[in-house]
């Protein structure tokens, strides 16, 4: 299992290099590699889907090819659009207010997009929210002192936002996609990890590097270290009432 884990890890970062090239390519891997993930928990077959800031809807694609009725809710439209046509009930709308009923999803989804929002809590507590008794909210987010934690401008974030910024401007003559404050921010393991303990109705079932070995777990539990080493979280939280 070890050696599957890290072929696995291997894997995910070549397609992961690849990733403004060929996004296509690295997120349907991505996607498929969450189910995965997600197995672990219990069989999404059947089961209802709430896929958060899913994008043009690689992740909801492969919940439904896993048997999974899946609803995509992704606020920008451009975003959703990025496939060409909108996947079929898709829906466009802000992750802190899902237009669902409360405790309707067996399964909140949420992939790369904590990052990107202004009240990571409010996230959080609305797919709380959205989940039902004993369902699963599944999260990742690249944390800020990850080697990708300033995405397209990485590793240059290193040297601070504003930095990064520029020399991404200098570089590549254009704006980057992304700007530290507004559509990226500063997201830490620590800070997430006690944010999600004071979440009410919830509670944290696994934490662990998204792209690592099952056994590299331990990682997450070093303070300082983690905030480099980790690279990508995956929190798997349970609804508790």
């Not at 331990?218 to 979280?233: H, M, Q, S």
Request: hydrophobic letters at 40%; one cysteine or more; glycine letters at 10%.
């Amino acid at each position: 299992m070890s050696q599957q884990g890290l072929v696995r890890s291997v894997r995910l970062f070549r397609l992961f290099l690849r990733e403004q090239a060929d996004p296509g390519l690295f997120y349907t891997a991505l996607a498929r590699d969450a189910l995965g993930q997600l197995a672990v928990y219990g069989d999404p077959a059947g089961k209802t889907v709430v896929d958060v800031g899913g994008g043009p809807g690689y992740f909801t694609k492969e919940f439904r090819a896993a048997g999974a009725n899946c609803y995509l809710f992704e606020l920008e439209r451009d975003e959703l659009l990025k496939g060409g046509d909108a996947p079929e009930g898709s829906v466009l709308a802000d992750g802190y207010w899902l237009p669902v009923r409360d405790g309707s999803a067996d399964i909140c989804f949420s992939s790369n997009v904590l990052e990107h929002v202004a009240d990571p809590v409010g996230l959080l507590g609305e797919m709380v929210r959205a989940t039902r008794a004993d369902g699963l909210i599944y999260l990742s987010f690249t944390n800020w002192y990850s080697p990708w934690g300033g995405h397209e401008m990485s590793p240059w974030h290193y040297l601070g936002a504003r930095y990064a910024e520029r020399r991404y401007r200098e570089r590549h003559g254009r704006e980057p996609k992304h700007h530290v404050g507004s559509t990226l921010y500063r997201l830490h393991i620590g800070a997430t990890l006690r944010m999600a303990r004071s979440l009410r109705g919830a509670e944290i079932i696994d934490v662990l590097p998204c792209y690592y070995p099952r056994w590299c777990r331990f990682v997450v539990w070093i303070p300082v270290l983690r905030e480099v080493l980790t690279w990508n979280l995956l929190l798997v939280l349970r609804r508790t009432e």
